[in-house]
């Protein structure tokens, strides 16, 4: 009965190759979001969608694209993967699109890029 | 660059004392919120505190807000070896649309 989860937990794949990751919440929540947490444990907000749309978008390359076929999920897609994707990605969803709200996170994909 | 910024990066101390980490953070904020990583796991919500709240506590956790200062405090006392993990502050902002921003998080390691 894992709130959040995402899949999957470890990817290692070769520069330009294409990936996706996927995630699923059970909370009913409204809100959705990816982070991207680096070597140094920085943690950086990189889409936020909200029943289904978008309503955040960092500064992110074109390559990575979210889809969010419903409420409960919200996938990430990574086209022409670079050494530099290498990092620990985290879904996350909250109850509604205030910041107010806490946030539940999935346990995590660790991607490497060779 | 990051909204907060934790200190220390790294505490150690021993089972039973207690532990305070530190967060400071640029711009004015709507609330404060912190959240504990133990290796290899998501982050766990702890605790909210709004910015006309200067204290909240939630069992062995203290959490203090000084918007003054732009500084806020958590206190872990009777540490356990199971508080062990990073812990991390995050701010949120109403002209930030529903983004939180976090710090690079203190890694606590509690010694039995």
């Known amino acids: 009965d894992t709130a959040v989860s995402q899949t999957p937990k470890y990817l290692v794949t070769q520069m330009g190759n294409d990936k996706s990751i996927k995630c699923e919440q059970n909370?009913?929540?409204?809100?959705m979001y990816w982070y991207k947490q680096d070597s140094k444990k920085f943690l950086k907000i990189m889409f936020s969608y909200n029943n289904k749309e978008l309503i955040i978008n960092e500064t992110v390359p074109n390559r990575f694209s979210p889809k969010s076929p419903d409420k409960a999920h919200l996938n990430l897609h990574i086209n022409s993967l670079e050494l530099g994707d290498s990092a620990v990605y985290f879904c996350?969803?909250?109850?509604?699109?205030?910041?107010?709200?806490?946030?539940?996170f999935g346990n995590g994909t660790r991607l490497t890029v060779t | 660059s990051q909204q907060g910024e934790e200190d220390p990066q790294a505490l150690s101390i021993q089972e039973g004392e207690n532990a305070t980490m530190n967060c400071s953070y640029k711009?004015?904020?709507?609330?404060l919120q912190w959240y504990r990583q133990n290796s290899g796991r998501g982050l766990v919500h702890l605790i909210l505190?709004?910015?006309?709240?200067r204290e909240k506590h939630s069992g062995r956790l203290r959490v203090t807000l000084d918007t003054s200062k732009k500084s806020s405090s958590l206190l872990i006392t009777a540490s356990r070896a199971a508080d062990t993990a990073s812990y991390f502050c995050?701010?949120?902002?109403?002209?930030?649309?529903?983004?939180?921003?976090f710090g690079g998080g203190t890694r606590l390691m509690v010694k039995p």
């Open positions: 995050a701010t949120g902002r109403n002209n930030a649309g529903n983004m939180l921003t």
């Open positions: 909370l009913g929540h409204d809100t």
């Open positions: 505190i709004r910015s006309n709240e």
């Open positions: 996350a969803s909250s109850q509604d699109t205030g910041y107010n709200s806490p946030l539940h």
């Open positions: 711009t004015s904020i709507n609330n």
